[in-house]
């Protein structure tokens, strides 16, 4: 029983996981650009869109997993708008009530949440025909994702751009740090759009990079094992080819002695 | 003067991809070929000249009942209805252009472009647009030619990259974004122009 449980838990991980790395919703699958580069200006607006749009990923999977077997196939994608849309709606209204200045800075990407590619792609590949709690942990893993992305860059943008280090408001709190002088030196151009297509674009190759190497390291490392589970294929093979063709020569030989029969038949 | 101020803003200073990053998933994803991005604009100019008119009209009817906090939930409904019933209408009476535009019709759906600007329209961005509806119709049609232009410059650039040597890191969508990121400077100069 706890042995079934620990694995149980270990492919839920993996499902969390797969969200935040392997296929990370902007450096892999590459959705949901336009909330990545808008508002990665600084990582607390990062932070704060990826947290808001986690929070309707997670709601907006769960209700569409519970409700994949009555909502019929042809209405499923206006259907799905519609809850995210509900959703979105409900964390508006809470922002703009408790997290003013967060409403104010993420202005009008917020309702744009509705639109992002990411939330309807996960309903449509993944909710739609999975359980509900694989469903909720990949909508987690998928937020997470996403909210990592826009972190990195926000803080390179923060960094470059405005020379300061994840400053931000709540409500009367104030924090981050004014790294000395460096806001002087600050490279304004990483602030505007430029800076954002930029940034990313040699983020992603970087990954690129890095995810090709660690590629060819594991190549290289399993190129021993590859060897014997090619001998193994080709003796598997070799098997079957040595049966098919002893079977062919069984068919032919039955063959040959109905013909005979029947030659001795006929006379 | 105000509409041309208004359509010189809404292609050139406020360019809707390149200054604003709305529409960034058929920017990048459409942009490869340029016959492809012709077809993306244009079933944007013509989604968002309509969009623009319905959802100005939606506004008024959600103000005058008091529940302007339904705006996105009635907007994307609006915009999913109507592009919908823009691809049925094609496919009956104007084949041509439905084979034309019909395979980004569905896209455009999605493309968070066309609820921006019904959402900029009759927020404090286009003060003239929120009042006059001929000023949003007239602001949704042109922010989509801004959107053509630069899909449409994209797709001449992507094309020449396809015979160059870039460095494999780079290819497909890095360089993409790094070619964004030149025309995105480049537009940048348009600012303050208005």
């Known amino acids: 029983m706890t042995r079934e449980l620990k ?52 709601c907006s999977n769960m209700l569409v997993s519970m409700l994949r077997n009555v909502i019929p196939d042809k209405v499923r994608i206006p259907a799905f708008v519609l809850i995210i849309a509900t959703f979105v709606t409900i964390v508006e209204m809470l922002l703009r009530k408790f997290v003013p200045a967060l409403y104010d800075a993420l202005g009008i990407y917020l309702p744009l949440i509705v639109v992002n590619c990411i939330i309807l792609a996960r309903a449509e590949a993944f909710a739609s025909i999975n359980k509900v709690g694989d469903s909720v942990l990949d909508g987690l893993g998928m937020g997470l994702g996403f909210t990592f992305a826009l972190m990195l860059i926000g803080f390179i943008r923060e960094f470059l751009g405005s020379g300061t280090f994840f400053v931000g408001s709540l409500g009367d709190v104030e924090f ?16 505007l759009p430029a800076g954002g297509f930029l940034t990313l674009g040699i983020l992603m190759a970087a990954i690129n990079h890095l995810s090709d190497k660690a590629a060819a390291k594991r190549a290289l490392r399993h190129e021993e094992e590859g060897k014997v589970i090619d001998s193994l294929i080709e003796g598997i093979v070799k098997e079957d080819e040595e049966k098919r063709a002893a079977e062919d020569a069984g068919v032919s030989d039955a063959a040959v002695s109905a013909v005979a029969k029947g030659e001795e038949a006929d006379k | 003067m105000t509409y041309f101020l208004l ?18 998933c058929p920017f990048l994803g459409v942009s490869k070929k340029t016959d492809t991005a012709l077809g993306m604009g244009l079933a944007v100019i013509f989604v968002m000249g309509i969009a623009s008119i319905f959802t100005w009209l939606v506004q008024k009817l959600l103000v005058a009942a008091g529940i302007e906090y339904l705006q996105t939930i009635a907007f994307i409904l609006v915009i999913a209805a109507l592009v919908q019933l823009v691809e049925m209408i094609l496919k009956k009476f104007m084949p041509s252009l439905y084979s034309a535009l019909g395979v980004y019709l569905p896209l455009i759906t999605t493309n968070c472009a066309v609820l921006g600007v019904a959402i900029l329209n009759v927020q404090s961005y286009g003060v003239a647009a929120a009042e006059s509806l001929l000023l949003s119709f007239l602001n949704g049609v042109f922010s989509g030619v801004g959107f053509t232009i630069a899909i449409l410059l994209l797709a001449g ?22 070619t964004a990121s030149i025309m995105s400077l480049a537009f940048t100069a348009f600012s303050g122009m208005i």
């Open chain 2, 157 to 178: 650039i992507r094309e020449r990259m396809d015979v160059e040597s870039i460095p494999k890191p780079f290819r497909g969508f890095p360089i993409t974004l790094v």
């Open chain 1, 7 to 58: 694995f149980d838990a270990r492919a839920k991980g993996k499902i969390v996981a797969n969200g935040i790395l392997a296929s990370n919703p902007v450096f892999r699958l590459v959705l949901g650009m336009c909330p990545t580069l808008a508002v990665s200006t600084s990582a607390f607006n990062g932070l704060g869109m990826g947290l808001a749009a986690t929070v309707v990923l997670v």
């Open chain 2, 7 to 24: 359509i010189i803003g809404a292609v050139f200073v406020n360019n809707f991809v390149l200054c604003q990053f709305l529409g960034c």
């Open chain 1, 176 to 191: 981050g740090v004014e790294l000395g002088n460096l806001p002087d030196y600050a490279m304004g151009v990483f602030v």
